[in-house]
């Protein structure tokens, strides 16, 4: 039988009211979900969520994109909600790795960056290609 099993409150941060307490109701099977604030959500504001997506793009680590976030919005975050937040962008990442390519591009540029890179207790040079073709439509 499932009943009411009292409550829980968490901190929830946002750029707009900064920090505030939220008390949310259990179940003794854990069944219930909250609908404004889902279960472990600890942020409530999709602008900082894209500003996080938008340095991770840029290749931070995730301590510097905490580093920024505190500097930025004087708000500290975990380096597990970084990651959180990093990782939700990985299905869409993947789709877009799978995508149906055409078998012919009238214009493509290449493009090679050159890096030393550590490997084990010696530095290599490394290469990254850059490829991008143009399609007709």
């Given at each position: 039988?499932?009943r009411?099993?009292g409550?829980?409150?968490?901190?929830?941060?946002?750029?707009?009211?900064?920090?505030?307490?939220?008390?949310?109701?259990?179940?003794?099977?854990?069944?219930?979900?909250?609908?404004?604030?889902?279960k472990?959500?600890?942020i409530?504001?999709?602008?900082?969520?894209?500003t996080?997506?938008s340095?991770?793009?840029?290749?931070?680590?995730?301590?510097?994109?905490?580093v920024?976030?505190?500097?930025?919005?004087d708000?500290?975050?975990s380096?597990?909600?970084?990651?959180?937040?990093?990782?939700?962008?990985?299905?869409?990442?993947?789709?877009?790795?799978?995508?149906?390519?055409?078998?012919?591009?009238p214009?493509?540029?290449?493009?090679?960056?050159?890096?030393?890179?550590r490997?084990?207790?010696?530095?290599?040079?490394?290469?990254?290609?850059?490829?991008?073709?143009?399609?007709?439509?």
């Amino acid at each position: 039988m499932n009943r009411k099993n009292g409550k829980k409150n968490k901190t929830v941060r946002s750029l707009s009211d900064g920090s505030f307490e939220l008390e949310t109701g259990r179940d003794r099977l854990g069944t219930f979900e909250p609908k404004n604030v889902p279960k472990r959500q600890l942020i409530i504001t999709d602008d900082l969520e894209g500003t996080i997506l938008s340095i991770y793009a840029l290749g931070l680590c995730n301590r510097a994109m905490g580093v920024y976030v505190q500097e930025m919005y004087d708000m500290e975050i975990s380096h597990a909600e970084i990651s959180r937040i990093s990782y939700s962008v990985l299905p869409e990442v993947q789709e877009w790795r799978n995508r149906h390519l055409e078998t012919v591009y009238p214009l493509v540029f290449l493009y090679c960056m050159i890096f030393k890179v550590r490997v084990n207790s010696s530095v290599e040079t490394s290469a990254i290609y850059n490829i991008i073709g143009v399609d007709i439509s």
